[in-house]
T-cell receptor
Framework: ETGVTQTPRHLVMGMTNKKSLKCEQH?????MYWYKQSAKKPLELMFV???????ENNSVPSRFSPECPNSSHLFLHLHTLQPEDSALYLC?????????????FGPGTRLTVL | AQSVAQPEDQVNVAEGNPLTVKCTYS??????LFWYVQYPNRGLQFLLK??????LVKGSYGFEAEFNKSQTSFHLKKPSALVSDSALYFC?????????????FGSGTQLTVLP
């Protein structure tokens, strides 16, 4: 079992709902990441945080809004999503932001947008 | 921009036989290379990485990978497959320098080990 937890594990929401995904890492890492995983596609990096500051935003639509209140917690706020946003959302952390550090992943939140 | 290709969506191998999961990459300069594994309903787990040094890298669960710079490949191997190795395997690459500070993942290869 990894030291990264995600809640909820499953979420079904309508297109007009607002919901939030939560990620917590217990590893003392300084960098955290949100990824989107869709079937038969490479993982898509959405956001990167280092020491609570956002350092990457990979052209993600504004209906996805990240928040990192401290180095252990990461949120993804969702509003007015589209059915094509249905996917597995993975949170990850690494010791530092620098390249070469392996990332530790949570189990993911399976999101279904109706 | 860097990229990763995993040319096989699916690899089937009999238990006890050697397995290979292929990965080729494209990156400016030298690469850092990683393999991750994903079991059903789980997140990705780190298997091994190549940073520098010996081209043959040994990782978890008896897996190893060989970095081949001339062929820009980083194939994952195991001498004797187990049914429990059945999972989705991802190769990833990042540059060793420059402003890009993110991993680029391949689309994954589903490994099925048949009893």
């Amino acid at each position: 079992e990894t030291g990264v937890t995600q809640t909820p594990r499953h979420l079904v929401m309508g297109m007009t709902n607002k919901k939030s995904l939560k990620c917590e890492q217990h590893l003392g890492h300084n960098a955290m990441y949100w990824y989107k995983q869709s079937a038969k596609k490479p993982l898509e990096l959405m956001f990167v945080y280092s020491l609570e500051e956002r350092v990457e935003n990979n052209s993600v639509p504004s209906r996805f809004s990240p928040e990192c209140p401290n180095s252990s917690h990461l949120f993804l706020h969702l509003h007015t999503l589209q059915p094509e946003d249905s996917a597995l959302y993975l949170c990850a952390s690494s010791q530092e932001l620098g390249i070469g550090y392996e990332q530790f992943f949570g189990p993911g939140t399976r999101l279904t947008v109706l | 921009a860097q990229s990763v290709a995993q040319p096989e969506d699916q690899v089937n191998v009999a238990e006890g036989n050697p397995l290979t999961v292929k990965c080729t990459y494209s990156v400016s300069g030298n690469p850092y290379l990683f393999w991750y594994v994903q079991y059903p309903n789980r997140g990705l787990q780190f298997l091994l990485k190549y940073i520098t040094g010996d081209n043959l890298v040994k990782g978890s669960y008896g897996f190893e990978a060989e970095f081949n710079k001339s062929q820009t490949s980083f194939h994952l191997k195991k001498p004797s497959a187990l049914v429990s190795d059945s999972a989705l395997y991802f190769c990833a690459v990042s540059p060793t320098s420059g402003s890009a500070r993110q991993l680029t993942f391949g689309s994954g290869t589903q490994l099925t080990v048949l009893p």
